[in-house]
């Protein structure tokens, strides 16, 4: 069945850090890919998402290459802010009529940011 | 803007008790998704629907149940509440565009049971 699998964390960073989330996949064919946001108290948001291998997904500074190869699809930002704290999740889906977009997590990241 | 509400942000419960999460769409979305959030475990799919009367068992489905009676509102039912079912409970509402389907989560129940 298909799989996702994070980093563990948290991960902590002083503001203006590089930031990276790791994400692997286990998926027959070719899944979209996605990664959502949760702030503190909040449901979650989209942030980006990635439909074919090689498609790069951005949005606020954040990127994340969907790479077939390697089966990966790694969160980066080039220098964070505290208002970037929260948890991360990555996720996959299908685009099949009878999937109805189910969506398939990884455990989730924890993000700090420190002043 | 797509707006995806949750009848309660907090609630507490006893053991044995029936209880209902409603959750409802603004978007004529055809399907919708119960999760349910756990730390360590990600998200975890409960049930899904994707029209009015249809449903679905995600993952997880062993002590709830489900009801879509009209297309914007899906709600969550436990028959009998345990302590293993305290959690954040996440509804989602979902569309297709362009062959990718996009979800759009609720604010989340935290669902405390003693």
């Known amino acids: 069945g298909n799989s996702v699998t994070q980093m563990e964390g948290p991960v902590t960073l002083s503001e203006e850090a590089f930031l990276t989330i790791n994400c692997t996949y286990t998926a027959t064919g070719y899944p979209s890919l996605f990664w959502y946001v949760q702030y503190p108290g909040e449901g979650l948001q989209l942030l980006l998402k990635?439909?074919?291998?090689?498609d790069k997904g951005s949005n606020k500074g954040f990127e994340a290459t969907y790479r077939k190869e390697t089966t990966s699809f790694h969160l980066e930002k080039g220098s964070v802010q505290v208002s970037d704290s929260a948890v991360y999740f990555c996720?996959?889906?299908?685009?099949?009529?009878?999937?109805?977009?189910?969506?398939?997590f990884g455990q989730g990241t924890i993000l700090t940011v420190h002043p | 803007d797509v707006k995806v509400t949750q009848s309660s942000r907090y609630l507490v419960k006893r053991t044995g008790e029936k209880v209902f999460l409603e959750c409802v769409q603004d978007?004529?979305?055809?399907?919708m998704f119960w999760y349910r959030q756990d730390p360590g475990l990600g998200l975890r799919l409960i049930y899904f629907s994707y029209d009015v009367k249809m449903k679905e068992k995600g993952d997880i489905p062993e002590g709830y149940s489900v009801s879509r009676e009209k297309k914007e509102r899906f709600s969550l039912i436990l028959e009998s509440a345990s302590t293993n079912q305290t959690s954040m409970y996440l509804c989602?509402?979902?569309?297709?565009?362009?062959?990718?389907?996009?979800?759009?989560f609720g604010p989340g129940t935290r669902l405390t049971v003693t």
């Open positions: 989602a509402s979902s569309f297709r565009l362009a062959g990718v389907y996009e979800q759009y």
């Open positions: 978007m004529d979305h055809e399907n």
């Open positions: 990635a439909t074919k291998a090689d």
């Open positions: 996720a996959l889906s299908w685009a099949g009529g009878t999937s109805y977009g189910k969506l398939t």
